[in-house]
């Protein structure tokens, strides 16, 4: 038969409506189906083939999704899976220094050996944090040695700084951020002590294109005949 009837006003069924400020708005009921079938849309949760599909505005505001619930001290059998921001993105780094030997008894920045996610190296002295990123260092290792040229037996001191620039390049004169005083050395040529500092939830900087850092050393006791040597490595991450 045809899919379309006929309708007399004032005869026939009657017909749901709602008044509203005295029209009459027909009330329907919604089916689901192809062409030559129907089946009523079911208030509640039920199968994809019977739900009414809903597509998502592109400009919709964000969404509230609720998990499961989850029974203090049990395994659940379903969960969300979840990433922390600092691992979204995150671009490895390394900086080393190897064996430099001091030239002067005062504070001089380092010129670092610079890897990122093992990729080539190139030797800054001022280390700009990438716009937008955050730089997260997470450890500062490394050694002092007195020189094989060294004759002195007198007690030779080295410390590490890192310092920081929030407009320019870092110099010996930017704020400190991290001091390391390293064991004092003493005895003959070869002579090794070495550090290990660890920051478990890491040193952060937010950076905007323009903030720096970069790290130097003093070899407060350095003469022509008390030299030391330092090697550093400097593990970081942005994200």
């Known amino acids: 038969m045809s899919d379309n009837t006929t309708y007399t006003p004032g005869t026939g069924a009657t017909v749901a409506a709602d008044n509203v400020a005295g029209a009459l708005y027909q009330r329907v009921k919604v089916s689901?189906?192809?062409d030559g079938?129907?089946?009523d849309l079911v208030i509640g949760q039920t199968t994809m083939a019977a739900s009414l599909p809903v597509t998502v505005a592109s400009n919709?505001?964000?969404l509230n999704v609720l998990g499961p619930t989850m029974v203090k001290g049990t395994q659940g059998a379903t969960g969300f899976t979840t990433q922390d921001l600092k691992d979204a993105g995150r671009v490895n780094i390394m900086w080393t220094v190897a064996m430099l030997a001091a030239a002067a008894a005062g504070e001089t920045m380092l010129t670092v050996t610079e890897s990122r996610d093992g990729?080539?190296?190139t030797t800054p002295t001022s280390i700009t944090v990438t716009s937008g990123k955050r730089l997260c260092i997470?450890?500062?290792t490394g050694s002092a040695e007195i020189a094989t040229n060294s004759v002195s037996t007198t007690v030779m001191r080295e410390r590490v700084r890192m310092r920081w620039n929030t407009a320019g390049a870092t110099t010996t004169a930017s704020p400190i951020q991290l001091l390391i005083q390293l064991p004092s050395l003493t005895g003959g040529a070869k002579t090794t002590v070495t550090f290990d500092k660890v920051f478990p939830d890491g040193i952060e900087i937010l950076g905007d294109g323009t903030k720096s850092i970069g790290f130097s050393r003093e070899a407060l006791d350095h003469g022509a005949t008390s030299i030391t040597a330092?090697?550093?490595?400097?593990t970081a991450f942005e994200y």
């Open 32 to 34: 689901l189906g192809a």
């Open 37 to 39: 079938a129907a089946t």
């Open 60 to 62: 919709q505001s964000s």
């Open 119 to 121: 990729g080539a190296v």
């Open 138 to 140: 997470t450890s500062v």
């Open 230 to 234: 330092i090697s550093l490595s400097i």
